[in-house]
């Protein structure tokens, strides 16, 4: 289940966003003022994050960012103006968690772009020919398969770092979600099953974050099972409603696969 993925990739939680910012508002409040006019603000919001946007891309490129030379800066500058355009505070994430993960997501976008175009130079004109050559080659791209395992890698490390913040902020820690899941699959499908109806329903996704708790009266006429199942099942649901309902594209593929996985297994 996806709990072993949790064990698997989960990392030490950073700390602070490093960016130096002193204002007074907090980085969601000035995004909504932006968001709902105030053009002004924006230059000196993106000129107080610099340090924060030199910082989460350097981590992912594991080296110092010039911003002056560094293609890299502008590509995570790109994506810190599009986070601050498509962030939403009620999908219950910090605009400096939802900012790296867009910069990270760009970051990668680009990496892979030239990965693709790499392939268009001739070997030939970078190493020699005959057996050393193809030898060389051979290296090369062992390289690059690695290299595009670690990024996934990486990514899927981030995002679980990412979805314990937000379930932290639920009073919910990974120990408990390994107590509170249900043993049985069929059960585990259920839950799914009732997670996705929440996630798609956008007044009772505002009440579970606003509220940090189930809204089990008004799930009820929906979820087919009783009030002292969801109750049992509380901390687990919440949880699978955070990935439907988020940014968790690796978390929410597990899910999705999983599920299909096991009915092809049904129906055989």
């Known amino acids: 289940m996806v709990l072993v ?9 950073r700390k602070g966003d490093g960016s130096g910012h002193q204002g007074r508002e907090s980085p969601e409040t000035i995004v909504a003022r932006i968001a709902c ?8 919001f993106i000129a107080a994050y610099e340090p924060f946007i030199i910082k989460a891309t350097s981590r992912f490129c594991k080296r110092y960012i010039d911003p002056a030379h560094d293609d890299e800066y502008s590509i995570a500058l790109s994506g810190f103006h599009e986070a601050i ?8 994430k910090s605009f400096i968690g939802f900012a790296e993960t867009v910069i990270r997501r760009r970051l990668i976008d680009h990496l892979r772009k ?13 190493e020699g020919t005959g057996e050393e050559g193809r030898l060389n080659r051979i290296e090369k791209q062992q390289s690059m398969r690695h290299y595009a395992a670690h990024l996934q890698a990486e990514d899927r490390r981030q995002e679980i770092e990412e979805f314990n913040a937000q379930l932290q902020r639920f009073g919910i820690s990974f120990a408990e979600l390994v107590k509170s899941s249900p043993k049985h699959a069929d059960s585990r499908q259920t839950m799914q099953r009732i997670a996705a109806g929440i996630a798609g329903n956008a007044e009772l996704l505002e009440l ?8 089990i009266k008004d799930i009820l006429p929906f979820a087919g099972v009783t009030r002292k199942t969801l109750e049992r099942n509380r901390k687990f649901l919440i949880a699978l409603v ?15 696969g999983a599920a299909q996985q096991k009915k092809g297994g049904s129906e055989a």
């Open 85 to 92: 355009r498509q962030y939403e505070p009620t999908a219950g």
């Open 5 to 13: 993925l949790f064990k698997r990739w989960l990392g030490k939680s």
């Open 242 to 256: 955070l990935i439907h309902a988020g940014a968790y594209p690796h978390l929410h593929a597990y899910l999705t």
């Open 114 to 126: 030239e990965r693709r175009h790499a392939p268009s130079v001739p070997y030939s004109a970078l």
């Open 208 to 215: 579970l974050h606003q509220k940090k708790q189930l809204p």
């Open 37 to 44: 006019g105030e053009e002004e603000l924006l230059s000196p």
